[in-house]
């Protein structure tokens, strides 16, 4: 079964850092680009960030470029985001995302989401 | 950015109705543009990628057109199973972007 695996949600006060991560199975994560996706309670959401499968392209959303690093490991088919400086509005459940084909076609396999809270 | 604005942001309906959303580009975005339906504690699932293509494994009753700026979602003969909120999502250029969503409940 093709399936994305979130991880590393937690409670962390501003100013902390989190690693979210991202486990695959039932395909290899090097034959497609990934992205990070949150949504802040009760709202929409948000693109976070991208990689491609090479990692040669990435990007990040205004709101969180200089402060979080996407990356993925293919040979333990994983994917990362690292949040540092963490603010109050980073507070969100975070999705990873599989691109169907390529960045332009839409994510096909979502994660089940991992929650961050940033609190005092 | 390309904004996106989605409407109506909400709206009620009955089993059996037809059902239209629309997602307007603040620019041209040709036809990358895609739908996602979520359902209340779940992970977005997607529905239509590049305007009008049904991803595999979603009902024929789902369909979605345009191109440029203008889009639409439509349900046929809505069923008990689709009272979920609905997104369009542009892929065509960074920062990509999410509509505002439509949440469709039960008349």
């Known amino acids: 079964e093709v399936q994305l695996v979130d991880s590393g949600g937690g409670l962390v006060k501003p100013g902390g850092s989190l690693r979210l991560s991202c486990a695959a199975s039932?395909?290899?994560?090097?034959?497609?680009?990934f992205n990070w996706v949150r949504q802040a309670p009760g709202k929409g959401l948000e693109w976070v960030s991208s990689?491609?499968?090479?990692?040669?392209?990435?990007y990040y959303a205004d709101s969180v470029k200089g402060r979080f690093t996407i990356s993925r490991d293919n040979a333990k088919n994983s994917l990362y985001l690292q949040m540092n400086s963490l603010r109050a509005e980073d507070t969100a459940v975070y999705y990873c995302?599989?691109?169907?084909?390529?960045?332009?076609?839409?994510?096909?396999?979502w994660g089940q989401g991992t929650l961050v809270t940033v609190s005092s | 950015d390309i904004q996106m604005t989605q409407s109506p942001s909400s709206l009620s309906a009955s089993v059996g109705d037809r059902v239209t959303i629309t997602c307007r580009a603040s620019?041209?975005?040709?036809?990358?543009l895609n739908w996602y339906q979520q359902k209340p504690g779940k992970a977005p699932k997607l529905l239509i990628y590049t305007a009008s293509n049904l991803e595999s494994g979603v009902p024929s009753r789902f369909s979605g057109s345009g191109s440029g700026t203008d889009f639409t979602l439509n349900i046929t003969s809505l069923q008990p199973e689709d009272f979920a909120t609905y997104y369009c999502h542009q892929s065509y250029s960074t920062p990509l972007t999410f509509g505002g969503g439509t949440k469709v409940e039960i008349k």
């Open positions: 995302a599989r691109d169907k084909d390529d960045i332009l076609s839409g994510y096909s396999v």
């Open positions: 990689i491609s499968t090479s990692s040669n392209y990435i």
């Open positions: 620019q041209s975005i040709s036809r990358y």
């Open positions: 039932g395909f290899s994560v090097s034959s497609f680009g």
